[in-house]
């Protein structure tokens, strides 16, 4: 398996733009997670899925922010309009939950967003 | 919510010595404690793990403890190697493992092995 595989890899846009962000998850996984990283805020939790079901929103920090889950292989994560302060590195993660073969998420490389 | 705190934010040892890292977490409900080496560029990439019912873990050089009653546990790397010179993440859940519940990391370790 390729793994978690996220979209694009690096991405600048301008104040105001809409971004999106994309994921794939591991084939077969049933949870999938979205992430941001900054250096002051660490990994927070932004939202997550599971078998293609939003489950808990509440990290999302604005209106702004929007994801998606459209099918088990494909995610979004959006952000209209986009600010200075949303610039971070977003990641994508999956898991299968319930199995002893595999409980830990699985990241992607992240996208590392800038917005000027 | 869960609160996890990590300790040091800094660790610098050298090659050949051993590296501790310490976290405390804040709800009784947790049990399921993973750790994440983080490398420049990468997303974090799973490395060891534990559940409420087992106290210690040991995966050759690395190890982790978890004591219930004080909400702790921490990250032992012995005989330090330079690829081990990463960030390294604790993280708290209420799940079994990736399901049913959000991980909430720590805020991280940057592990710097001098050779």
């Known amino acids: 398996d390729a793994g978690v595989i996220q979209s694009p890899r690096h991405e600048v846009t301008e104040m105001g733009q809409e971004v999106t962000l994309r994921c794939k998850p591991i084939?077969?996984?049933?949870?999938l997670f979205w992430y941001r990283q900054t250096m002051m805020r660490g990994l927070e939790l932004l939202i997550y899925f599971n078998n293609n079901v939003p489950i808990d929103d509440s990290g999302m920090p604005e209106d702004r922010f929007s994801a998606k889950m459209p099918n088990a292989s494909f995610s979004t994560l959006k952000i209209q309009p986009s600010e200075p302060r949303d610039s971070a590195v977003y990641f994508c993660a999956s898991s299968l939950y319930g199995t002893e073969m595999n409980y830990g998420y699985t990241f992607g490389s992240g996208t590392r967003l800038t917005v000027v | 919510g869960e609160n996890v705190e990590q300790h040091p934010s800094t660790l610098s040892v050298q090659e050949g010595d051993s590296a501790v890292i310490k976290c405390t977490y804040s709800?009784?409900?947790?049990?399921?404690f993973p750790w994440y080496k983080q490398e420049l560029g990468k997303g974090p990439q799973l490395i060891i793990d534990?559940?409420?019912?087992?106290g210690e873990k040991k995966d050759q050089r690395i190890a982790v403890t978890l004591n219930k009653t004080a909400k702790h546990f921490s990250l032992h790397i012995t005989e330090t190697q330079p690829e081990d010179s990463a960030v390294y993440f604790c993280a708290a859940s209420m799940g079994s493992g990736g399901g049913a519940d959000g991980l909430t990391f720590g805020k991280g370790t940057h592990l710097i092995i001098q050779p």
């Open positions: 084939s077969g996984h049933d949870y």
């Open positions: 534990i559940r409420s019912n087992v």
């Open positions: 709800d009784s409900a947790s049990n399921y």
